[in-house]
């Protein structure tokens, strides 16, 4: 009841008064009308007590009917005034918040609950169909251990037998290593013998050519000599024309030049014998010299036989040398192997203690792998009971869904303009963290979580850095005063965030990743977003007005 109504039932109860005391005092109808009147002043007090007391109490009735009806939408309660009405609808109003922010945080935890139980029973079932085919892999590998021990006794057998050809190479490499010397020593005489060779070939040639070159000038003296001659045979030629024109001219003189003309025709004999003698001459020095030049080519090619010769004689020696060194290669490999034979030899001992050792491990081994057998199936058992727990979690969270959708409240993972900041990018940025976050709890309810982790940290790696950093440079523009908390939870979900990478990075993405991140994001929405953003929300609308 506000102070002026208070005012007034005051006034009319002390007129009430009044007229009652006057009524008294005054007999007749004078008295009769002043009781009426002071029924009809405590009449209309009644009614404006009545009216102040009905009025906030149907509020607080309504909004009782509509919790009761599970309706937490209703706007909060506002009584005017001072008094146990205005404290009872305070009280309702804080009950009703904190209800709300109960059955959106039991929503929440519901979802997250439903979505990791679904993720799980998924993982399970993967988990339980590696169990059993891990303890289908392991009896294999325990009957093929006991395979494994029979052939590793064969193979004992077989490396008795080994050893033993192991010592018949090292025999027969040592007998290889000694006849590589004797035929090392062998090349070693053929390479002296062929370097003498190849001395004796250099001493021919330079014989042959030593010939060659005297005979060369003997060609070059029967040329000179040939000249020689043919001058002669011009001196005879002039001679016998001489001689005839002696006889022509003793023959005009008559008596007197038959003497002259007697020795001109001795002369012309004597000149024609020289001009056959000559030509003579000139056919032997011509033989001669055909004779030379066929020695000369004789030798020629006797040279050339002779560099041919030397030639392959080097190639010998060459090849010699390459069978030397090979033959030297070879005798050290013998050597090798001989020596690594004798070692092989002499550790046929620990090779038999080894195949021994290999042996009793192998039958350790097999009767650990029945164990591991065992165990695998025991896990695949015990993996179906908590696949059996999950599902019955499942369906739990699925009912406890279902308990909660009946109240009538907005739900912390549908948008709705109560949400809103007042800044369009900042909630189209919530509205798609929403929509990612909706769309993971999804895929985690069809077992696809782990599918979906990529692309919301993808989204959450752009979130931290552009919504963040728009949101803080909103808070600094318009001062908001509860910056620096708003800031911390802001770097406090950066730690978080940045932490999951980290795991992600080292232990790989898996089921728990999917799970975790559920968890993570859908409490800031529920803890952040509906709580500290809408506050800052609120601030920006009313510093804008």
Known sequence: MNYKNKLIVINVLLAALVLIGFSMTIPGPIAIVGVILTIFLVAAAAVIITTEISKPMKNIIIAQKSLAAGDYSIEPLTVSGEGQFKEMAELTNDIIGKQRDMIMEITSATQQVKASSQELVHSGRSVGDNARTVGDAIEHVASGAVELSEQINDAAITIDSLIEEIQKVSNKSGQMSDIGRIVTNNITAGNNSIGKAIEQMETIKLRVGNSASSIKTLEDKSTEVGDIVTIINGIAEQTNLLALNASIEAARAGEHGRGFAVVAEEVRKLAEGSADATDKITDLIEEIRNEIMQAVKTMEEGMDQIRQGSGAIQETGKVFDSISNETTNLLTYVQDVSESSIKMASSSDSVNQTIADIASVSEIFSAHSEEVAAASSEQAHATDTILKGANHLASMADKLSKAVSSFNIELCLAWNPALSVGHDLIDE?????????????????????????????????????????????QMQKYNYPEYDKHKAQHTKFIEIFTELKQEMQQDGVGPHTAIKINQIVVDWLVQHITKVDKALGAYLQQVKK
Not at 431 to 452: D, H, P, S, V, Y
């Open 429 to 473: 940025q919530h509205q798609e963290l929403i929509r990612q976050i909706n769309q993971l709890l999804e895929a985690c309810n069809q077992g696809k979580g782990k599918a979906t982790v990529n692309e919301i940290v993808a989204f959450l790696e752009d979130y931290v850095v552009n919504h963040f950093g728009m949101e803080e440079e």
